[in-house]
């Protein structure tokens, strides 16, 4: 039985090997392994291909190199552009039994400030990149509060020919693999640890999830360096053959119909975007960019990284339904980088969009309503698990929740991280506890009791799938009464034209009086300059549609420039980073705009 063809079962993966195993197996094929298509040098892109053959031949080379500087255990740093050599550096760092730490080349991101303190934080003794950014990283090391590493190496410069005759270290399955450095802005830089076990448990759950096999290609653009594109474009494809095809998040952001040509020219076609992109290349892709596709070939395309909306999954059908895109394969999921990536999955039957009660969901219970009854709210289902554990549980008293009420996501299964590296002492290792600690209160039978993974994020089961309503941190509690920011949000940005959507944060506040409150802060669209603006109008419009729809008064509201409002690495919106930056609890007002 192949890898694609293990039927699901509840919490149970089947026996694997450590992720380069599978790479060697393919060692003798000369099958295209990855393609990245490259936009740098000509506006039709510039297609790189390396078989599996080469793939090993480069990789084993890697190893063999990083086993002349440094030695088992030790961290090696991923600090490659968008390309090849990112592949090679990652799959070299597993094969010589280094710790790798995805990160990315300083030039490809404004993220600045993640990547020196993932690098302070992890002190990696090697850092692996592409000859053509070793002196921006030497100038890195040289000028960032970062330790020097014993060695920088481009990995398109080593000699295949190291490589031969080395042999790779047995690695037992539950040895670190690589850190997963997640994405929040506010806090101390986290690097869940991914151990070998995890990352193969967690690449079959994806893979097998979805269906993918070796006829398959897994295209996309979202960075190596987050979770979901690390394992849907790199792990996914060495464990089952399939053929990846990747760009830069730049070369999709300037013209997003690259990313739909992509899905056009390849067969069988998996792809994964964040929520905001499907809403981006359906306003952006241009007629004539449209006439040309073939999208009945896509197979599954995932969305998740974010709130997911119905009516970005209608807007996205509407633009390329009639150009072949299968309804079906728009999979709403849920993942988060502590779970490696994947929780739950659509399946075939495609989204799921359900109404609920909105005054219910205040009261943590999901009653759902007719479509388009007024006060409801549209949520759409996550799906469901495979092979691993999902419950919803009550964080203050840790018991399960029964179907039907909101509580917080628990996971349990083999593709949960150790915990965050450095748990030693201090902030990080009460995190690792509070986060991968998790215990029940007197567990049903059959679900274990200990080892839960606390996600942070509030959902709820309704008709055996996952809906996610909000994050914990996030809620706003008025007098007794949760809203959810994204809710909020969502009325905000719909309240006027000026408003930029994706482009707005909700927060609760607390005033002089000591009084729960919320207060909003939204950009402006740059067409709108602040000559044009109306701020007063605005200021009313929001008010008056957040007071009809949510029963909430905000306490404050700030009109900013594009661009201020802060977003995590992943492009989420940085709620508190925000609220902290145009917020003051102690005057109860904001620092300025409308």
């Known amino acids: 039985m192949s890898l694609a063809e293990h039927p699901p079962s509840d919490g149970v993966v089947p026996e694997l090997r450590p992720l380069t195993t599978y790479l060697f197996d393919r060692a003798g094929s000369v099958d295209p392994a990855f393609t990245q298509l490259d936009y740098s040098t000509e506006r039709t892109g510039v297609e790189h291909t390396i078989g599996w053959n080469e793939l090993a031949t480069r990789v084993r080379a890697t190893a063999a190199a990083l086993a002349d500087v440094t030695t088992r255990g030790q961290r090696v740093a991923v600090l490659a552009k968008q390309d090849l050599n990112y592949v090679v550096g990652f799959l070299g760092a597993l094969h010589a039994g280094t710790i790798a730490v995805p990160l990315f080349a300083p030039e490809a991101s404004q993220h ?21 950014t070793v002196d921006t990283l030497r100038g890195l090391a040289d000028e960032a509060p970062v330790p020097m590493p014993k060695q920088i190496i481009a990995v398109d410069a080593i000699d295949e020919k190291i490589g031969d005759g080395f ?21 101390t830089p986290a690097g869940a640890v991914i151990t070998h076990r995890a990352v193969v448990s967690n690449t079959w759950q994806g893979g097998t999830a979805f269906h993918v096999d070796e006829s398959w ?72 960019d449209r006439q040309d596709l073939d999208l009945s070939g896509v197979r599954a395309v995932i969305n998740g990284s974010e709130p997911v909306r119905a009516t970005t999954i209608a807007g996205f059908q509407e633009a390329f339904g009639p150009y072949g895109f299968p309804a079906s394969a728009h999979r709403p999921s849920y993942g988060l980088a502590e779970a490696t990536v994947f929780v739950t999955n659509t399946r075939e039957e495609g989204p799921t969009v359900t109404s609920f009660d909105r005054a219910a969901l205040a009261g943590d219970r999901a009653v759902p309503v007719p479509p388009g009854t007024e006060g409801a709210l549209e949520l759409v289902a996550a799906g469901k698990p495979h092979a691993q554990l999902v419950r919803i549980v009550d964080p203050h008293t840790r018991t399960v929740r029964a179907d039907g009420a909101v509580g917080e996501v628990w996971i349990h299964g083999p593709n949960v991280a150790d915990g965050y590296w450095r748990q030693s002492g201090g902030e990080i290792a009460q995190r690792s506890e509070d986060t991968f600690g998790g215990s029940l209160a007197d567990p049903p039978e059959g679900t274990p009791g200990a080892r839960w993974l606390c996600t942070g994020d509030l959902g709820v089961i309704h008709d055996g799938l996952l809906y996610i309503t909000g994050r914990i941190k996030d809620l706003i509690i008025i007098d007794g009464k949760n809203h959810y920011p994204q809710d909020i949000e969502v009325t905000v940005q719909e309240a006027h034209p000026a408003i930029r959507r994706d482009h707005v944060a909700a927060f609760a506040v607390t005033t002089e009086s000591g009084e729960e409150g919320a207060a909003v802060v939204a950009e402006y669209h740059a ?31 700030e009109l900013v420039r594009p661009g201020s409002v802060l977003r995590t690495s992943s492009g989420k919106i940085a709620r508190a980073a925000t609220r902290e930056k145009f917020w003051s609890d102690s005057s109860g007002t904001g620092t300025g705009g409308a």
């Open 167 to 187: 042999q790779a270290p047995s690695l037992d399955l539950a040895e670190p693999a690589y850190l997963q450095y997640t994405s929040g802005s506010t806090r």
């Open 527 to 557: 067409r709108n300059g602040e000559d044009e603006l109306d701020p007063a109008e605005v200021t009313k419009a929001v008010r008056r549609a957040v007071s009809a729809k949510h029963d909430v008064k905000l306490r404050g509201f």
């Open 112 to 132: 600045g400030d993640r990547l020196v303190n993932a690098l302070a934080d992890c002190t990696p003794e090697v850092w692996l990149t592409g000859h053509g």
């Open 217 to 288: 290609t897994c295209a996309g653009w979202i960075p190596f360096f987050h979770d979901m594109g690390l394992i849907q474009l790199l792990t996914i494809p060495v464990l089952f053959g399939a053929h990846s095809v990747f760009m830069s998040p730049f070369d999709f952001i300037m013209r997003p119909a690259r990313w739909l040509r992509q899905m056009s020219g390849y067969p069988n076609v998996f792809a994964a975007a964040p929520n905001f992109a499907f809403e981006y290349a359906a306003r952006k892709v241009k007629d004539a």
